[in-house]
Each structure stands twice: as C-alpha cells, then as structure tokens.
C-alpha cells in the first residue's frame, strides 16, 4: 500500500494498493510537499518526506518483520514450557457492533426494514439481527458492510459468526454471505432454516484472490415468510490478512538464563529436569527463528518445583487388598565433595597444582562431562572451527577455505550451503558475540 498526503493541504491525498509486481504509479499528482508512506503485509513500513514538483522514482527496499511468539509459560512442577505461536496475521477490517448502529462504519441496508442491532443477543452482544418482525412474504433484504480494501496480504480470510433461531419450516427461509467483486456478488457462504435451529457458529472463508482489491461483504436474508424464523445475527465480522505457510518460520529457541538449551518445531518444549534444582528461579524464554533472522524474545521467571515421581508403579491382588510396589525415582546426577585434605604428591615439578584435593563422588550419575549430546555428520574432515549464532551451526576448514552453514530439519542438522569469505581460510575456530559471527 501506499498513500502521499500533501502536507499543506492534507485532504490532497493518493493511495493505491500495489499489485503483485510491487509498482505504483501515480500519473498526476499535485505539486508540493509530501508525506509518503508505503506498508507491505509482513514488513515494516517505510515513511519519507519530499517535495513532488515534478516526474520522481522511489526505489524501496523493506525489511520483514520478525514476529514474536507471546505468552511464554512454564509449569513449575513439571517444567513444560509452552507458549502462542508467532502471530502473523493483520487485521484489516473489524465489526463487533459495539457502536450500536449500522451507521458508525458505514453499513447500509436495503429491500426493508428488518436489519438491526440486537443489544441482548451475540458472541457476545450485541450482534445484528434480522428480525421476523415485521413479517414480510417473498422478501429480499441485505445488509453491506462499506469498502474494504485489500492489504496485499499472501492470504486474506474472511471471518464471522453467524446464529438461526427458527421458529418453523414449513418455508424455506436463506441466508447468502456475499462478496463484491465490482461486478457481480459472489456466494461465500449459504444457511438455510431446513433443519431448525443453527447454532453460533464460527466461519472463515478464503479471500485470497480480493487481497489486492476493494471489495464489499454483505449478508443478505430471503425467502417466502419470515414469520417461520425468530430470528438470524451475525456477529464478530473480521476481514484478516494472513501470511502464507509461516512466512519461512524455522522454528524456536528455547533459552534458560539465557543459555540455549533447545530448539523445537512446536509450541511446547520439555526442559530438561537435571537443568534445574528445587526452589531456585529461572528465566525461560523463547524466540521465532526465520530465515531472515529471529525476533524478539518472550520470556517467563519461575521457581522450580519440580520432583521426580516413582516410577513403575504395580499393584497385586491379595484377597480383599492388593501388594503395591514401585520403583524409585530417577533423580538428577550431583557432584558431592565428601572432603578436603592437603595436597602431598606433586610429581611433575613444571605443573601448577592446587593445594588441596578434594574427595568426591558423583550421586545417580546419569550425565558426565564429555557427555555426547547430539552428532552429526559435516561435509568432510577437517573441520575444528565451530560455532552457532542460536538458529544455524557454522563450522570452519583448517586446511581450506570452506564455510559449512546447517540448520536443524526436523531434528536433524542438515547441510544449508557451503561458502567462502574473501581472505579467510585455515581457520580453526569461530566466536559469536550476539550479533556477529567472528573468524
């Protein structure tokens, strides 16, 4: 979209929805100085002030926005964290019929008198409503909403809430959910009081081919005799545009204190329990990572609480009673320090030792330094440098020039793109400070 409202005279002003190519045209435009703002579903919009005294190109450049997951939980006895997908959608029309009147968005009727608005019936109320009252015979009566102009959204749905309450059908009595198209109305939805009663219930309907036009919804009831309907409402009257197959969404990172402990496809992640001990707070947070990069964070500080329950649990009957037995649970593992005596053998006289050590044990040992977490196979050999900025792994070649880029696919790091960076190579390490990968 974009709009050039003249600054000196701001009733002088140009929009148009830019079609699929991404190029407007403006072909006559006042001269003078103007505010000129451009949006693009998904990305942030871009503003520029400039006097227009003759024949001028912008070229523009947006970045995407990186929308953030919301809503961060974790339980603290079991520590599922969980939180609301990233949301991509953008509202671009709304009706809740809060205003009370038809008028205050610019919703006309026609063919009659039996649209209104129902102050004590909705989801919730108000809502509107065609009435049975006054009963009218063959009748054909509309309610349209105003101009609505598409955003150019990858997607746009359609959205609204729709009740029958029927009173008897021994006529046939519709309701059409129609879309203009500039030339015809087109059939989005059809209900009918055939079998009685309809129930609020919840609709969307694709748009896709309106989101680069404006267009108008109407809800439009006929039949024979309104006396066999009480009544039908509509409430809840969205138009929404929508970003197709998660706009290149990767997935989440899943943070404790700040610390990467996990990525996840979904919106629920299990932190581990040797992670955490009872009593102690903890930020968990997480971040929607893109192709493009990631977003803000949304976190959540909790107390663990969590325990490890018993585990196995059988029961054998006995007569009248039943022999229960368990096995124990699996608590984390835990370095204990039984003691600490003098040092008194230091064999290698060019070593530094401590001057004490230490006697210690490891309790319910279920984790070890060095440990192997997860594995997986590079390109070749030769590849010590490594290093993740939290989305994708990068390794380096000692005996070479190769960059490796891999991204976790389902669980799996999978090879992205190899590459070289001018004057880089032999290297056998790599850093990462937040925001910039240095080699």
Known sequence: MVKLTNTQYPDTAYFAVAPANGIVTFPHVWKGNYDIWLYKFTFTEWTLNDDINGNKTYNVNLLENHYPPQNMFVDDLSLLASWNAAHLDLLVFEELWNSGSFTTQGWTTSGGSNWGIATG??????????????????????????????????????????????????????MAVEIWDGTTWDRLGYYNNAQGDIPWTSEIKNIDSYSFSTFKIRFRAYGQDSYNINNWNVDNIRVVGVAKSGKNLLGYNVYLNDIQIGFTNDTIYQIPQNLCTYGQIYTACVEAAYECGVSQNSCY??????????????????????????DYPVVGSKLEVLDLSPR?????????????????????ATEAIWDVLFSFNVTDAARPGIETDGTYIYTAQWNGANFGKYENVGGTWTLVTEFTISGASNLRDLAYDLSLIHI
């Open 344 to 364: 008194t053998s230091m064999p290698n006289s060019t070593v530094e030792y401590s001057p004490l050590v230490a006697n210690q044990q490891m309790i319910n």
């Open 301 to 326: 500080t909790f107390a663990a609480h969590y325990l490890p329950a018993p585990r196995n649990l059988e029961a054998t009957p006995i007569q009248d009673a039943a022999y229960l037995t368990w």
């Open 121 to 174: 019936v909705g989801l919730p109320a108000p809502s509107a409503q065609f009435n049975w009252s006054p009963e009218v015979t063959n009748y054909d009566q509309s309610l349209t909403s105003p101009n609505i102009t598409g955003i150019g959204s990858p997607g746009l749905n359609l959205k609204y809430d729709i009740y029958l309450s029927s009173y008897g059908t021994t006529t046939l009595e519709e």
